[in-house]
């Protein structure tokens, strides 16, 4: 008979590691290069546990939207069929429609019994009114704020980026959807419409990885957790590994994780970002993967909610298309998801966007996904989008205007603080 395995409730990796120099991302290429099924080589499963500690849990299930509608449709179907637990992690909960219709499933949980914790970002939800958390509260919900602005004046910079929702820690949802109007409802978002993002439901082991992960930001929030370690042997279903940081923990280990996907890759590497203002390291990684005769392809914002760092983004355009990297602008509507699928292999949804924030200040949770039918999912979704998306090319770039080419410069020496 097999040994079962036994998880403890701790975050991965923990804190204080020094990630060795040969899995950073500036140099973990070569390790995944020499893998040589690429992807689906079990030395590349291998290689994403050295670089981040965490174990890869089989057995998941995993149900991707595209549409905020209906994943926060899904999100409320699973509160509501709750027994004993609800955790909710946002960086934006707002007290509009979407957020009043969550606060109702909320407590309608709470009232039969169900435990219920709300953590939301003070700085991303600021402009929700006190009165909104009081009522929550008032109805049997346990809410906290992530670094109020008092006591927690100097950690302003640090923020909870991550979109968490856990239930019974046997569902969980992620992806680069906030609890607002504006990612599923015709009332929020562009005159396009609702925004365009995606969020993932899993089903399985990995949701109760991230109650742990929720657990973290909940008490250093001050609130206090109980979680029983996980165990179990399950064999089958979807891979999938569990990919967090927070200041002082983790983000070396994500950028070590994307730069070995891209370089493991064997066919094509498609990313789409909605904040892309990156370091001059990751515009190389993806040069050297397009080098490699790899389909690189960016699917960036046409429009955005903060045009800076959109042009940010445009000043490593040129580069980038000269180093036969393809870039897709978004028209349909403001993009605001976050993921990236490498040879319909292993797939990447969840917070982080490609910019300094994302991997030094903030907190963030994204799911890698190893499993082929999942990717062929994001594949399609790509596919999709690039129809109501519009290419760059180095002759239409050039040709643009002086004073976005100047914007564009300028943006760009304030993407370390942007």
């Not at 349909?332 to 797939?347: F, G, P, Q, Y």
């Amino acid at each position: 008979m097999r040994r079962r395995r036994r998880w403890l409730p701790i975050v991965h990796p923990h804190e204080g590691r020094r990630l060795p120099a040969e899995l950073r991302a500036e140099n973990v290429g070569r390790l995944a290069e020499a893998c040589p099924g690429g992807l689906r080589d079990a030395a590349f499963s291998d290689l994403l546990r050295r670089i981040d500690q965490g174990p890869i849990l089989a057995g998941n299930r995993v149900d991707l939207f595209v549409r905020g509608d209906e994943a926060f449709g899904a999100m409320c179907d699973a509160i509501a069929e709750a027994r004993f637990e609800v955790l909710l992690e946002s960086y934006i909960l707002k007290d509009d429609g979407t957020g009043r219709a969550f606060g109702d499933r909320l407590a309608e949980a709470a009232a039969r019994g169900v435990a219920v914790k709300v953590l939301a970002d003070f700085f991303g939800s600021f402009a929700t009114h006190s009165r909104f958390w009081s009522l929550m509260r008032r109805r049997g919900i346990h809410v906290r704020l992530f670094n109020p602005l008092f006591p927690h004046l100097l950690l302003q910079p640090f923020r909870d980026h991550r979109k968490i929702l856990v239930v019974d820690r046997q569902i969980g949802f992620t992806g680069g959807m906030n609890i607002a109007d504006e990612y599923g409802s015709a009332r929020g978002g562009s005159r396009h419409g609702p925004w365009r993002d995606t969020q993932a439901r899993v089903e399985g082991p990995a949701a109760w990885e991230m109650a742990v992960v929720f657990s973290e930001a909940w008490r250093r929030s001050g609130g206090s957790i109980a979680l029983e370690p996980l165990e179990g042997n399950p064999e089958g279903g979807v891979r999938i590994l569990t990919l967090d940081s927070r200041p002082g923990r983790g983000h070396g280990e994500t950028a070590a994780a994307l730069a070995a996907i891209v370089a493991a890759a064997r066919r094509r590497v498609w990313i789409t970002n909605a904040y892309f203002a990156p370091r001059q390291g990751a515009v190389d990684m993806l040069g050297k993967a397009a080098a490699r005769g790899i389909d690189v392809r960016l699917l960036l914002p046409g429009r955005s909610d903060v045009p800076l760092v959109r042009h940010a983004g445009h000043g490593y355009y040129r580069r980038l298309l000269e180093l036969g990297v393809r870039v897709f602008e978004y028209r349909a509507a403001i993009l605001h998801a976050k993921t990236l699928v490498a040879d319909d292999e292993v797939s990447v949804v969840g917070s982080t966007n490609l910019d300094f924030r994302s991997f030094h200040f903030n907190a963030e949770c994204n799911l890698v996904i190893l499993d082929e039918e999942v990717g062929r999912t994001f594949s399609a979704a790509f596919e999709n989008d690039l129809a109501n998306a519009e290419e760059a090319t180095i002759a239409r770039w050039r040709r643009r205007p002086w004073f976005h080419a100047l914007a564009d410069g300028a943006a760009r020496l304030l993407a370390p603080v942007l």
